[in-house]
């Protein structure tokens, strides 16, 4: 059974740092592609970034520069490093299992808050 549970949400004041973890199991880790994918309240869907299997990154623009996606193959583990957090980055983030550039299985989700 693939399963994904994220890690690392809270509450942040802006300009401040969060690292998000995604624990992996079920499948081969290391063969599939991942994604960050948030819900900002009252909005749908906004895909945050994804790494291939063989550490390409890709990011929204709006993240570039702030936020860092990683993997360990070797722990099973997604990261994503938050920096320079802005209350517009206040959001459910969720991680997700990659399938041809589409998500096929997604985690429970971490609240990311990012209030003074």
């Known amino acids: 059974e693939v399963q994904l549970v994220e890690s690392g949400g809270g509450l942040v004041q802006p300009g401040g740092s969060l690292r998000l973890s995604c624990a992996a199991s079920?499948?081969?880790?290391?063969?599939?592609?991942m994604h960050w994918v948030r819900q900002a309240p009252g909005k749908g869907l906004e895909w945050v970034c994804r790494?291939?299997?063989?550490?390409?990154?890709y990011c929204t623009d709006s993240v570039k520069g702030r936020f860092t996606i990683s993997r360990d193959n070797a722990k099973n583990t997604l990261s994503l490093q938050l920096n320079s957090l802005k209350t517009e980055d206040t959001a459910v983030y969720y991680c997700?299992?990659?399938?041809?550039?589409?998500?096929?299985?997604w985690g429970q989700g971490t609240q990311v808050t990012v209030s003074s």
């Open positions: 997700a299992r990659d399938n041809m550039w589409a998500c096929d299985f």
């Open positions: 079920g499948f081969t880790f290391s063969i599939h592609g």
């Open positions: 790494i291939g299997r063989a550490g390409d990154t």
